[in-house]
């Protein structure tokens, strides 16, 4: 009999209940969304700082990053010690492989043009690796440097016939020569010379507008390096450093071997530093504060706002439910005295009802998650142009603020309810 | 008495006597306000909270000397740092030396050492910023070179300019050259060539090269977006001749690009809250609304036409409407002040203009959630009403 | 002359006739008891007599008009103009006082007087309740607050669906006595109810079964021959 009066509820109260179900999936759906957002932002918003750079260089153990920042007169710029190319490939095998998302290598070298001494640097454009672990990735300075604009021509392609002999120049350089896309430009380094057409002139709003980039295999070959590069420079997604990742950055050694383990297995930029160093011969990983230090703070900043505002929009549909179940239990005042009235206990009464709405609501809930998760990834593609991952924290939080919010909602009410007079609820009073 | 009066009485009375089916109604409303409030007054202050996250990148205009002149005077910067409209984070200049410990030449940067955390807020430093006479901040890449650490004194050596001789040797003791000893106070990490430098104050600088300064750069931080930023250059490039401002590329087209992609971002968390939250908000009223279809019923057997009930429910329901988004409004400051101050550790602009949006809003919503279910209960026979239990 | 004329008047439900073929003449003055048992077609009656349903077929001339052409709004309108309602259920709004709720059926016709609707509350004896809300009164008081209201307005008729259906003894003889003296006065009352003391009250009591009108019994010397009737 129970069951039936539930389902007589259920089936012949359909407006009323489908009206519940409705705000339920509503709030379910804002808490899933926002939820699903709140945890993978860390990660999207990471891909976008991506756009700032490297926040990790490679270099050999004996050099230093010798580049000039503001072109100061006497600084030696080219290095003298070099790093294997055929290692490259090592800096995707190491722990944190995953969170490597580019990295391109770099060899510079002083080339001649009609007297004049140019740095000239190699490196990959739009690189295609197949990994063995079967990732295929596309690494290159197109993506690393993806504030530089091409004023003219186009970038570079490793892919594209023809294109290992071509160059690209900086915006003041191609001034200052008088070149254009499609002219040659006759150049001599240390081990060559030839004439070389301009595919792209670039500008970079920096040191780099004033120098000529070229395929790596074409610099290494102009400057007789085979098989060498100076640096490389890796775009990883790293977790904001803490106090662990500070401590074990000044030296890992000193760390016990719990906090190690921590360490190791956590992308702080000190232990991806770490790894990439394990992995190649002779080299020291630097983290490039500018980035690694910034993106942690916005990254920071951005999740708790997230978290905030989540929090807003829980607290706001869990209002929502409530109230609106509050609304529905009240409106039931006459049914409920009438069961009163014919002998119903209090206990008979309140499982009636929590039966019924914790089916609504479950149902409700269920339709709202589906919904939710979709509002997600609307929001994952029009904003970062990818999906929003589902955590799997998601699935039960959702559940757990379904089921707590309909309680909450529906338990003081039906107490409520329950302490009118029978007669007088009937009395329609 | 007016018809007016009696028209107040009976929706106060509905409001004052009917506490908690209006409470429940007003909650909803207050909550729906609160966070159209909150939400807005958040998006509409991100760019400048988000923006002042960015300045941890560093510069993102610099000043180097216009192509005709050897450097820059500081009367020249802060003339140029005056025609800049946004709000200036920190300007430091540069002066750059050519100078030799034991012989091997190093690089010295003389700037205001105590104002460099302003545009480079990333700098690591190992031990302190120099902050008395003769104190030096060692790059790491020259201190491991020199084996230099906190605390080591080091000799520099510097040659004028104008006592170099053509094809003279400058190694060595040379007529002319100026020798100071520093001491290290710090040593400055950055994973990139700042490290290749050693940084003394200006006034040390002055001091050693035994003139006032020229510089060679000035880095800024301006806390504008790009717009404004490429405004600023132009006006700067007009009315003071000996400078030549430039924007740092990759610090403000990439923020540009991440702060566009976050406005977006809380934009649509934004709206998608809002229309659910409003929805929540509609079917809340809807229920107490539809509650009372047998009060309805009995108004319309006492011969009240469909208009004037809905013109009391109506007057109930924007009632209702108006204090919840009043009070929402400033709920939703506090919510955005809280916001501001946990995860920007600042204040945030209040916006009196959302006050009357909010009530607008929360008024449109209550009148659209009140419209349905009294239309459909005026639509019904009063008798079915009064008689069906 | 005749303040209420029913001829041939239907209301059909599906296959169900819940009157068939009713004729009825109320003259200005008089009261009618509506009497028969449930589902007798009282409540469908009394529904079409107030203005607030339509015959399916049939006239209902109120005041010489024919209401059964009116639009919801005409009905509505003469509802209020020319009609006191009186329910078993009471009806009071439960959040205005005794005297609010007198004065929201002023409200609707016309213009809300205090003093007037005072004076109606004192005339039910509810004078010292006026503040009161409907949860402050017994079933009584609430349904002489509901007379009150009927006849702030003056209307032409007053129609009472089982006035004292939820009213004790006590009660009913107050209620009664108030419609009386409203008889007196020259009111048109009609009653529907199935007690047989209200019925003999009236001037006249009308019996339906069936939706049909089985016995009409106009007596002056009210009393007897309706009761005999009905029992």
């Not at chain 3, 609010?100 to 004076?119: F, G, L, R, T």
């Not at chain 3, 006065?185 to 109810?193: A, S």
């Amino acid at each position: 009999m129970f069951f039936r009066m539930v389902k007589g509820v259920l089936f012949r109260q359909k407006g009323k209940m489908a009206m519940i179900a409705f705000t339920i999936a509503l709030g379910a759906s804002l808490a899933t969304a926002m939820l699903s957002v709140m945890y993978d932002v860390g990660d999207k918003v990471n891909q976008e700082l991506k756009t700032y750079g490297a926040n990790i260089t490679v270099v050999p153990k004996e050099a230093s990053v010798v580049s000039d920042l503001y072109e100061v007169e006497g600084a030696s710029t080219i290095p003298t010690s070099y790093l294997k190319e055929d290692e490259l490939g090592n800096v995707k095998t190491i722990f944190w492989a995953f969170n490597i998302v580019d990295f391109a290598p770099f060899v510079s070298t002083e080339v001649n043009i009609d007297g004049r001494d140019v740095t000239m640097v190699g490196t990959w454009f739009n690189h295609h690796m197949s990994l063995p672990t079967g990732e295929e990735l596309d690494a290159g300075v197109v993506s690393m440097r993806s504030w530089w604009d091409v004023a003219s021509g186009r970038w570079l392609d490793e892919s594209k016939d023809g294109d290992a002999a071509k160059i690209m120049v900086g915006s003041q350089l191609a001034d200052q020569l008088g070149v254009h896309e499609g002219d040659k430009v006759s150049l001599k380094g240390d081990a060559k010379g030839g004439s070389y057409e301009v595919a792209g002139v670039f500008e970079a709003g920096g040191d780099e507008d004033s120098q000529i980039y070229a395929p790596l295999d074409l610099v290494q070959d102009i400057s007789g390096t085979d098989g060498l590069i100076s640096s490389i420079e890796v775009s990883a997604i790293t977790t904001p450093d803490n106090e662990l990742s500070r401590q074990a950055a000044k030296d890992p050694s000193k760390l016990t071997v719990a906090q190690y383990e921590t360490w190791y297995c956590t992308a702080y930029v000190s232990s991806i530093c770490y790894q990439l160093q394990e992995v190649i011969t002779d080299s020291v990983a630097k983290a490039v504060r500018q980035v690694a230090e910034s993106e942690g703070a916005i990254l920071d900043k951005t999740q708790l706002l997230m978290v905030l505002i989540t929090v807003l929009a829980l607290i706001g549909s869990a209002l929502g439910i409530s109230n609106l179940i509050t609304a529905s239990v009240m409106e039931r005042s006459q049914e409920i005295g009438l069961l009163k009235a014919i002998g119903a206990h209090d206990q008979a009464i309140s499982a009636l009802l929590l039966t019924e709405i914790i089916i609504v609501a479950l149902l409700g809930g269920a339709i709202g998650f589906g919904a939710g998760y979709g509002f997600a990834q609307i929001i994952g593609y029009s904003v970062f142009n990818a999906s929003i991952a589902l955590s799997p924290m998601v699935i039960p939080l959702v559940v757990l603020l379904v089921i707590v919010v309909t309680l909450a909602g529906s338990i003081p009410a039906i107490r409520t309810v329950l302490r009118l007079d029978p007669a007088e609820v009937l009395h329609g009073r | 008495m007016k018809r007016q009066t009696m028209y107040f009485r009976m929706i106060t009375a509905s409001l004052a006597r009917r506490k908690s089916r209006m409470l429940v109604a007003l909650l909803a409303i207050t909550v729906g306000s609160t966070i159209l409030a909150g939400l807005v007054t958040v998006y509409y202050d991100l760019p400048r909270q988000m923006g002042e996250q960015f300045l941890a990148y560093g510069a993102n205009m610099i000043f180097v000397p216009s192509a005709d002149s050897e450097g820059m005077r500081s009367e020249e910067i802060d003339e140029a740092v005056a025609q800049i409209d946004a709000d200036v984070e920190g300007a430091i200049s540069y002066c750059y030396e050519s100078a030799t410990i034991n012989d091997a030449p190093i690089i010295i940067a003389g700037c205001n050492l105590e104002e460099t955390l302003k545009t480079s807020p990333y700098w690591q430093i190992n031990g302190a910023l120099p902050s008395g006479d003769n104190e030096i901040l060692v790059g790491l890449e020259q201190a491991e070179f020199f084996s230099l650490d906190v605390g080591d004194t080091v000799s520099i050596a510097y040659l004028p300019p104008d006592a170099v001789r053509e094809g003279e040797q400058i190694i060595g003791e040379v007529e002319g050259k100026v020798y100071q000893d520093f001491t290290v106070t710090g040593l400055l990490d950055t994973g990139s060539s700042e490290e290749e430098y050693f940084f003394i104050s200006d006034t040390d600088m002055s001091e050693l090269i035994d003139s006032d300064l020229t510089y060679d750069v000035t880095e800024l931080r301006v806390n504008a977006d790009a717009d404004e930023l490429a405004a600023s250059v132009e006006k700067i490039k007009q009315t003071v001749p000996g400078v030549s401002p430039q924007l740092v590329k990759r610090i403000t087209e990439s923020q540009t690009t991440v702060l566009s992609k976050l406005s977006a971002l809380v934009l649509l968390v934004t709206i998608i809250t809002l229309a659910l939250i409003m929805i929540c908000v509609a079917t809340t009223m809807t229920a107490v609304v539809t509650e009372r279809r047998r009060e309805i019923g009995l108004r319309k057997a006492l011969g009240a036409s469909d208009r004037s009930i809905m013109l009391e429910f109506m007057g109930e329901g924007l009632l209702l409407g108006f204090i919840g988004g009043l009070v929402g409004s400033f709920l939703g400051f506090g919510f955005a002040l809280l916001v501001s101050t946990n995860v920007f550790n600042s204040t945030i602009t209040f916006l009196p203009a959302l006050i009357p949006v909010t009530i607008v809003v929360a008024l449109a919503v209550t009148a659209l959630a009140c419209i349905l279910p009294v239309r459909n209960a005026t639509k019904v026979d009063p008798a079915l009403v009064l008689k069906g239990e | 002359m005749a303040l209420l004329e029913l001829k041939n008047v239907y209301k059909i439900y599906g296959d169900l006739h819940a009157l068939d073929d009713v004729n009825l003449t109320v003259d200005e003055g008089e009261w009618v008891a509506i009497m028969g048992p449930s589902g007798s077609g009282k409540s469908t009656l009394m529904n079409i007599i107030g203005c607030m349903d339509k015959p399916t077929r049939g006239q209902v001339l109120l005041d010489g008009k024919d209401i059964a052409n009116e639009s919801s709004r005409g009905l509505t309108d003469i509802r209020r103009d020319k009609i006191g309602l009186i329910f078993q259920q009471f009806h009071l709004i439960n959040y205005l006082t005794a005297l609010e709720n007198v004065m929201v059926a002023q409200y609707y016709h016309s213009m809300p007087d205090e003093k007037e609707a005072m004076e109606a509350l004192k005339r039910v004896g509810l004078g010292d309740r006026a503040k009161h809300l409907p949860s402050q009164l017994s079933g009584g008081e609430q349904q002489r607050v509901c007379v009150a209201r009927a006849l702030i307005n003056h209307p032409e008729l007053i129609l009472a669906d089982e006035p004292t259906g939820n009213l004790d003894e006590t009660n009913e003889k107050i209620v009664l006595d108030l419609f009386r003296q409203l008889h007196d006065e020259g009111t048109t009352l009609i009653v529907v109810t199935h007690d047989a003391e209200v019925g003999a009250s009236a001037q006249r009591v009308i019996t339906l079964e069936y939706g049909k009108v089985t016995s009409s019994h106009g007596d002056t010397s009210f009393g007897k021959a309706a009761r005999k009737d009905v029992v």
